[in-house]
């Protein structure tokens, strides 16, 4: 990943300005859901940079040292070798852009990758994922051992309640303490959207979160009701051109939570493009929490390749 974003002096008369235009962006966002997003002749190919987005992700209460195991290999190999001859694109080193674990299992995904010869980041949430209704001082020793036992990428969550009533400066402090906390690592923070009341709640929150030194936003943890939803994502990513154009910091984005299917890729990368441009779309500055997704899009690389859809015995079980 980049250099740090170092973040700016807090800017209240800004925050105090921003009021979000909620019919236009949810007009926006219809345009992007209803369109195709990608040529078919290129969808291989988008597809690829999609899984080097990705930041594979598990956090069950059940994960254990062997299914973390299991999940830095799928990360080393996300896609089919075969699939990847046939396409010419098996000695391009594609791989995931992180393995995102719960802070107890760092060790254990360190030590898999470690094992299998990989650099692969290994993301931690913390801060009392997911509520972050923990004391402070327990959220920042989260992220501390987290750092400490490996971790590279710290995947924070906000305390909602600020947002909610208003403490902009009280946010802008915690996420500086949580910047702090991190040292060399890099801090992406989870704004839960879901929870934040508005869309101009979201905007202004993207915004202290920025001028406090996050590297990257994020949309949810993916444990609320309501996750990344199109709407948001646009308010966001207005946010972070307009941070970029203000400051000249570059902060990534990354959605998570209910990005399932190959076509959902397509159009989080289309929007990319299209809202910030191709400088955007690397996994230095964007990211996709899953789980799930890569199943799929390895199948779609299958069909793409073999012109048939997959049955249940053509790929291995990730």
């Known amino acids: 990943m980049s250099a740090h974003q170092q973040g700016t002096e807090l800017d209240l008369s800004w925050i105090s300005k921003i009021q979000v235009n909620k019919p236009a962006v949810l ?21 690829l940079k999609a899984v080097t987005c990705i930041d594979l992700t598990t956090l069950s209460g059940d994960d254990t040292a062997s299914n973390i195991q299991r999940l830095c290999y799928k990360a080393k190999y996300p896609i089919r070798e075969d699939l990847l001859k046939a396409l010419n694109m098996h000695d391009k080193g594609i791989t995931t852009a992180a ?31 997911p509520a972050g209704q923990t004391h402070l001082k327990t959220r920042l020793e989260e992220i501390r051992l987290a750092v400490e036992d490996g971790a590279t990428e710290i995947d924070v969550v906000i305390n909602r309640t600020l ?43 993207s ?19 309501v996750n ?17 154009w203000k400051t000249g910091n570059k ?36 990211r996709i929490g899953a789980s799930t997704l890569l199943a799929d899009i390895e199948r779609q690389i299958y069909h793409h390749v073999t012109g048939r859809y997959a049955a249940y015995h053509d790929l291995p079980m990730s």
């Open 99 to 129: 393995v995102c674990v719960y802070p107890a299992r760092v060790c254990d995904a360190v030590k898999a990758l470690k094992a299998a010869g990989c650099d692969i980041p290994v993301a931690s949430v913390a801060t009392g994922f």
């Open 207 to 225: 915004m202290i979160a920025m001028m406090a030194g996050s590297d990257f936003i994020k949309t949810s943890t993916g444990k609320e009701t």
């Open 163 to 205: 947002v909610l009533t208003g403490q902009w400066k009280a946010l802008y402090d915690e996420i500086r303490q949580f910047r702090k906390a991190c040292g060399e690592a890099h801090l992406k923070t989870i704004l839960a959207t879901g929870e934040l009341g508005s869309l101009t709640n979201v905007y202004k929150a």
């Open 228 to 244: 990344a939803t199109f709407p948001v994502a646009i308010v966001m990513l207005r946010a972070i051109r307009d941070f970029f």
């Open 27 to 47: 007009r926006r966002a219809e345009q992007i859901q209803a369109r195709r997003p990608v040529k078919k002749e290129w969808q291989a190919a988008w597809l």
């Open 251 to 286: 902060v990534g984005f990354k959605p998570a939570g209910g990005i399932r299917s190959a076509k959902d890729s397509l159009v989080w990368l289309s929007l990319m493009k299209e809202e910030l441009g191709d400088e955007w779309m690397k996994p230095e500055l964007f």
